[in-house]
Each structure stands twice: as structure tokens, then as C-alpha cells.
């Protein structure tokens, strides 16, 4: 299972979400804080899964910087390491947009040469709310932005 997203997507919180425990670094901001990828072994139903935690790629909105080589291959150098069975693709409710989401699965499919794995989109950040009255709840973001996802 293989954890990607832009810089700053909740990547590394959702890994630690997925085990139960802190075992992945995070941060607050949009700081970089995973520097090259990492493997956990995390278990679901007594059943042992391998999970990367990767390199953000850079976003459109933000921190600009240059890619490092971890990060430009990082799914090809996994793939290789034995299949992806499945890809979590992470992107903030913050700055949803419909292209920035196709763009960051045609890198993966790019790295990936042709070879087909199951994306499933995970949106972070509801739990962030610039006011109480405007409160973004998973209910109030879906039935805004489910249109564009159809």
C-alpha cells in the first residue's frame, strides 16, 4: 500500500491513522517533513500489510522547491520492490481541485509505466475550520464538491 500526495497532504498522519500509533514524523504546516520514502508494517485483521509513506511532490499552492531524485521515482523504485496492490492518494479539503487531483495521478501512473493499481482518494483536513460559522465538515465539503468528481 503506498501513501502519496502533495506536500503537506496528511500523508504521514494517515499512516500513523492506519497503525494505531505514532510511527511516521508529521508536521503542522506545510513543511516537508518526510525526506525520503519509508516502509511500516502495519496490521488490519491479523494480516500484515507493508505501507509507504512517500515524498510529497510539489503543489500548485504550495512551498516551491525543487524535487529531490527521492522524490521524482520513489513509486517506480517501490513498484519494483514488489507490486502496489493499492495507492491512498492524498489531497487537503483546504485547496481541493479536480485537476491538481488527475495531475498528481498521472504522476503516479507515469512512474508506474502503463502498470494498472487501484486508486482511492483520501481528503484530509476536516478537522481544520477557519471559523465555527463556517465549519467544513465532510458533509457540508461533499455535497459542494461531489459534482466535480462525477
Given at each position: 500500500?503506498?501513501?502519496?500526495?502533495?506536500?503537506?497532504?496528511?500523508?504521514?498522519?494517515?499512516?500513523?491513522?492506519?497503525?494505531?500509533?505514532?510511527?511516521?514524523?508529521?508536521?503542522?504546516?506545510?513543511?516537508?517533513?518526510?525526506?525520503?520514502?519509508?516502509?511500516?508494517?502495519?496490521f488490519f485483521r491479523n494480516?500484515?500489510?507493508?505501507?509507504?509513506?512517500?515524498?510529497?511532490?510539489?503543489?500548485?499552492?504550495?512551498?516551491?522547491?525543487?524535487?529531490?531524485?527521492?522524490?521524482?521515482?520513489?513509486?517506480?523504485?517501490?513498484?519494483?520492490?514488489?507490486?502496489?496492490?493499492?495507492?491512498?492518494l492524498c489531497v487537503s479539503?483546504?485547496?481541493?481541485?479536480?485537476?491538481?487531483?488527475?495531475?498528481?495521478?498521472?504522476?503516479?501512473?507515469?512512474?508506474?509505466?502503463?502498470?494498472?493499481?487501484?486508486?482511492?482518494?483520501?481528503?484530509?483536513?476536516?478537522?481544520?475550520?477557519?471559523?465555527?460559522?463556517?465549519?467544513?465538515t465532510i458533509d457540508s465539503?461533499?455535497?459542494?464538491?461531489?459534482?466535480?468528481?462525477?
Amino acid at each position: 500500500i503506498v501513501v502519496a500526495g502533495a506536500v503537506g497532504s496528511g500523508k504521514s498522519s494517515l499512516v500513523n491513522l492506519l497503525s494505531g500509533q505514532s510511527v511516521a514524523d508529521t508536521s503542522v504546516d506545510t513543511e516537508r517533513c518526510t525526506r525520503e520514502w519509508k516502509d511500516y508494517q502495519i496490521f488490519f485483521r491479523n494480516a500484515a500489510y507493508k505501507v509507504f509513506d512517500t515524498v510529497g511532490f510539489a503543489s500548485s499552492s504550495g512551498p516551491k522547491e525543487r524535487p529531490k531524485k527521492c522524490e521524482k521515482r520513489q513509486i517506480g523504485e517501490i513498484y519494483e520492490q514488489g507490486s502496489i496492490d493499492l495507492l491512498l492518494l492524498c489531497v487537503s479539503s483546504r485547496n481541493f481541485h479536480v485537476q491538481a487531483v488527475l495531475d498528481g495521478r498521472k504522476k503516479i501512473q507515469d512512474e508506474l509505466g502503463g502498470r494498472q493499481v487501484p486508486v482511492v482518494l483520501v481528503v484530509t483536513h476536516f478537522e481544520e475550520s477557519p471559523t465555527k460559522a463556517t465549519t467544513n465538515t465532510i458533509d457540508s465539503w461533499w455535497s459542494k464538491k461531489s459534482s466535480t468528481l462525477q
